[in-house]
């Protein structure tokens, strides 16, 4: 790498054929590469400086990007694919590196770049501000100078720095011209001191080379014009490029994830075995049940019912005794009672689950194939051929297996190394795998046992999975790049040998990302064995190829997610995908939603016709003998539901001119004596005759008449309202006495003639002493606030009155009581004495 040094700095020398940066020298420190990445030092280098940096212990095998600011000294450097980017302060003298910062990523560096000293915000003091790449986002890294005020500026924190007009033309530089750029300054109350180009100045653009006008380089409306200046934006090539960087969007963009109600749940689930193979999805379910591999000895797997989700039983488990530790399993896509199971034995085992599922320990598989030397990577059974299996094994082949006779059909040869994953095609005419020797291959198992594609695979060796999408004219392989970062890489099934088409990184994780591809809508759902999160993309055929969509997160590391077929979603609620999550306890449905507002309808976008997956399209030995099947179809739309297509239209809005459009070009004056008189139309004129002014009267006498009458009606009215009034509460009070007596419960606190006790009467008056004033004064409050006319009700005066009455009553007892008390204590007295 060539770089040109300023006059007034120096070279430091970053990395071998890499990254170069101007600063001020530092002598003996030459950090490059030697290697691998290290920092070396000479002798005049202090051990301080040593320890400082972490001298000969950074050790990497990536370049170094340094980035030196020459007004303030600062020195950024971040290493590519390294999520740490440190900050140093760069002097002439001892020490000459000073550590300043150490600053920990979200994501790994992908390219870093210094912003302009012009686009700094100086009221916070940010001396320097470094914009960080990565795989998806640009994250900008900021440094501050704490200072106590903000309002001022801080001159030694920015001097005049280099301004943005060319010191001299290229000509004038080639014959020797050593001038300097002028310094400007930051100080947004000075001028500066050089020139700098202004906003409105323009580089003058040179001629066209065709002979066009400017009406014919430009088409279109002009936005010149006054009525639609404002309303309509100009078409400007920044917006056209901004809409060119963003590219398509997914209609599933805003797909939603749900966890089902807890009712719905397999729970209290016990010992299970967490540690297949990476091979292995871990478990396995159809539409009406799902099997589980259990951590027991002699290889239990647990069979369970979708129909019956709840607890589990503590006390009995009837399971499949495999006798062997199980590698992989899958249930047969035509026969939901058919499961295949392979073992580290080297064989697979038929089982057949009974109909209503297990009741009972089964130790007896209905068939055992064997014809591997080693143990079983994984298997798979024909998406359109009934009882034909697929295995790969430790052995390197892979071999067909036809259930009907029970027999070893094909042998598959080739591979290298640890076979990781195979994948029928869509139409079952091709076989794809991908191989630890860095290979993928493509099978024709009827025309050949060897491959009849390879290509270049991922880097990694940690793992792989592959999956055919869009209509099997692609391949998908999920793998790891050469630095362990997941990697989704797409192939061309015409363009094997030339390597991906494209490919992605993901994120960095210890588990291989496990694909699930729907053809219906063209999702790809993915997903690792104790991750939190499902990744979910679009794919189309052409570029970019990967659409992201959002994303769904469980509340705990899953242990596996499988899907079921397309009629377990729930279409009147929008369900694209229907699946199962395995945790360490429970097994939860999850569906995946897409939002509509119109969900009365069939959403026939969403859902077209699909294929009946659970049918055979023809037996294996028809496959083998050269033939092709084809799916039958059918609509998930409910007989009940129209589709969304022929919803009628809702009529289109209309839409308004803004305000400016009408008011722009007038005066002020002419605005006002606009809204002046629209203002005197609506008021009218007062001189107008009022509407009531033309209606004929009648005579006085006829109204006095009419009045009377009215009020002798009220009289009437009130009355009856009133006695009635009192008479339901007579007769409530009457009741609720003989209750009362009934119950033994009558005492000197309840009056057998209005049936009320004192507590309730001093509640109703708000009494707390039973003084005649204070019961007179509350009565006649009440009874008046209460009182028809001032908009109160006839039941509740009725009650101040039984209340006063009642309180009355109690008064004369308390009366009497005190009479004959002062008796008995004067004949007490006469006796005595």
């Not at 797997?301 to 709840?310: C, D, Q, T």
């Not at 998406?383 to 042998?411: F, H, I, M, N, Q």
């Not at 060897?450 to 999920?478: D, I, M, N």
């Not at 596996?560 to 229907?578: I, Y």
Request: glycine fraction near 8%; include cysteine; charged fraction near 20%.
């Amino acid at each position: 790498m060539m770089v040109c040094a300023p006059a007034h700095g120096w070279l430091v020398h970053f990395a071998l054929e890499s990254n170069v940066s101007h600063m001020p020298s530092v002598p003996g420190v030459r950090p490059g590469f030697y290697g691998a990445r290290e920092w070396s030092s000479g002798d005049r280098v202090p051990d301080v400086l040593k320890d400082l940096l972490g001298l000969g212990r950074d050790v990497a095998t990536r370049s170094l990007i340094p980035l030196f600011d020459v007004d303030t000294g600062l020195l950024v450097v971040s290493g590519m694919g390294d999520p740490v980017v440190d900050c140093f302060e760069v002097t002439a003298s001892q020490p000459f590196l000073s550590h300043v910062s150490h600053f920990l990523t979200a994501a790994s560096t992908r390219g870093a770049a210094a912003v302009p000293k012009a686009a700094l915000d100086l009221q916070s003091c940010e001396v320097m501000r470094v914009l960080q790449l990565t795989d998806t986002n640009v994250v900008p890294i900021n440094y501050h100078v704490p200072r106590k005020s903000s309002q001022e500026f801080h001159a030694d924190l920015y001097p005049d720095t280099a301004g943005c007009t060319p010191a001299q033309s290229a000509q004038e530089w080639w014959q020797g011209g050593d001038k300097q750029v002028d310094k400007v300054s930051l100080n947004p109350g000075k001028k500066s001191k050089g020139t700098t180009p202004s906003a409105n100045q323009t580089p003058q653009p040179k001629k066209l080379p065709s002979g066009r006008s400017k009406e014919e380089v430009t088409p279109g409306l002009s936005t010149s014009s006054s009525a639609l200046r404002g309303f309509l934006p100009s078409p400007s090539p920044t917006t056209k490029a901004i809409q060119n960087l963003i590219g398509p969007s997914s209609k599933f963009r805003h797909i939603q994830g749900t966890v089902g109600h807890r009712d719905t749940h397999i729970t209290n689930l016990k010992a299970l075995n967490l540690t297949t193979p990476g091979e292995c999805n871990g478990f396995c379910a159809n539409g009406l049940r799902v099997a589980v591999p259990l951590a027991t000895p002699g290889g239990q797997i647990a069979v369970f019912e979708l129909s019956k989700p709840g607890k589990i039983s503590d006390t009995f488990l009837p399971t499949l005794q495999n006798s062997v530790n199980v590698v992989d399993l899958c249930w047969d896509p035509f026969n939901t009672h058919r499961l295949a199971v392979a073992g580290d034995d080297a064989k697979i085992r038929i089982w057949r689950v009974p109909e209503g599922g297990l009741t009972e320990i089964l130790t007896e598989p209905e068939l055992v194939l064997q014809g591997h030397t080693e143990k079983i990577y994984s298997i798979a059974f024909h998406p359109l051929a009934s009882d034909l299996l697929v295995s790969s094994s430790y052995d390197l082949t892979v071999r067909l297996w036809d259930l009907a006779k029970g027999e070893e059909v094909k042998v598959l040869s080739g591979h290298q190394d640890q076979i990781f994953a195979l994948a029928w095609s869509p139409d079952g005419k091709l076989l794809a795998t991908v191989c630890k020797d860095l290979k993928v291959r493509i099978y024709d198992p009827r025309q050949s046992t060897t491959p009849v594609q390879e290509g270049p695979g991922p880097e990694g060796h940690r793992g792989a999975r592959v999956v055919w999408v869009c209509e099997g004219k692609y391949f998908l392989v999920s793998g790891f790049d050469s630095n362990s970062q997941r990697e989704l890489s797409l192939y061309s099934l015409g363009s094997v040998s030339s390597g991906p088409l494209a490919s992605i990184q993901t994120d960095i994780s210890p588990s291989t990302l496990i694909p699930f591809y729907d053809p219906d809508t063209s999702l790809l759902i993915l997903t690792g064995k104790g991750d939190t999160r499902v990744c979910i993309y679009e794919m189309v055929p052409e570029e970019p190829y990967f659409l992201e969509c959002s994303s769904f997160s469980s509340q705990e590391p899953h242990k596996g997610l499988t899907f079921l077929p397309k009629t377990s979603c729930d279409v009147r609620d929008v369900e694209v995908a229907s699946g199962l999550m395995l945790t360490r306890t429970t097994i939860e449905p999850v569906a995946f939603k897409v939002p509509r507002v119109k969900k009365d309808f069939f959403q026939d976008d969403l859902y077209p016709n699909t294929a009946v997956r659970w049918e055979a399209a023809l037996s294996a030995s028809a496959w083998l003998s050269g033939s092709s099947g084809q799916y039958r179809t059918t609509s998930l739309r409910p007989k009940d539901m129209s589709p969304v297509s022929e919803a009628p239209k809702e009529a289109p809005v209309k839409k308004y001119m803004p305000s400016s459009y009408y008011l722009e070009e007038k005066t002020d004056e002419q605005k006002k004596e606009e809204l002046l008189s629209a203002m005197v139309a609506k008021l009218g004129n007062i001189d107008d005759p009022l509407p009531q002014d033309s209606f004929e009267g009648v005579d006085e006498d006829e109204w006095a008449r009419y009045l009377a009458q009215i009020a002798v009606m009220g009289a009437q009215v009130v009355g009856r309202a009133f006695a009635r009034a009192l008479r339901q509460e007579y007769a409530a009070s009457q009741a609720a006495a003989k209750a009362r007596g009934r119950s033994g419960q009558e005492s000197a606190a309840a009056s057998s003639i209005t049936g009320m006790s004192i507590q309730e009467a001093q509640q109703i008056l708000n009494i707390s002493t039973l003084t005649p004033e204070e019961i007179q004064k509350n009565y006649e409050h009440l009874f008046k606030s209460n009182d028809k006319t001032a908009g109160g009700s006839f039941y509740l005066q009725s009650k101040v009155v039984r209340a006063k009455e009642r309180l009355d009553e109690e008064l004369s007892i308390l009366e009497q009581d005190k009479l004959q008390k002062e008796q008995r204590q004067q004949q007490r007295q006469q006796t005595g004495t």
